[in-house]
């Protein structure tokens, strides 16, 4: 069983940062990919990046492709978001996923544990 616990959402000026972190407990965490998935109100969720379980390899959505950043830190049992240049458009409840070896965006019924979420806005 792996539980997870987002944190560092918060309001921010377009053209700001962020950093997001996805707190994990169980001592599994290692075994798992980690994807970073957003939903803004109305929309549906949408994959933001991903990274596989040594951190060797990322993925990203074209839409945030050289602003964001993933990684993790399997000795604290943490992945983190690190958000650049932020748009208002990237406002949305930010989640974390976890699913065993891939790391390509899968469907979300296909993830094996989700966060709460947490709330990113950016102003104009």
């Known amino acids: 069983q792996v539980q997870l616990v987002e944190s560092g959402g918060g309001l921010v000026q377009a053209g700001g940062s962020l950093r997001l972190s996805c707190a994990a407990s169980?001592?599994?965490?290692?075994?798992?990919?980690m994807h970073w998935f957003r939903q803004a109100p109305g929309q549906e969720r949408e994959f933001v990046a991903a990274i596989n379980w040594s951190g060797s390899s990322t993925y990203y959505a074209d839409s945030v492709k050289g602003r964001f950043t993933i990684s993790r830190d399997n000795a604290k049992n943490t992945v983190y978001l690190q958000m650049n240049s932020l748009k208002p458009e990237d406002t949305a409840v930010y989640y974390c996923?976890?699913?065993?070896?891939?790391?390509?965006?899968?469907?979300?019924?296909?993830?094996?544990?989700w966060g709460q979420g947490t709330q990113v806005t950016v102003s104009s």
């Open positions: 996923a976890a699913i065993r070896s891939v790391i390509a965006p899968r469907a979300p019924r296909e993830y094996d544990y």
């Open positions: 169980g001592r599994t965490f290692s075994s798992y990919a």
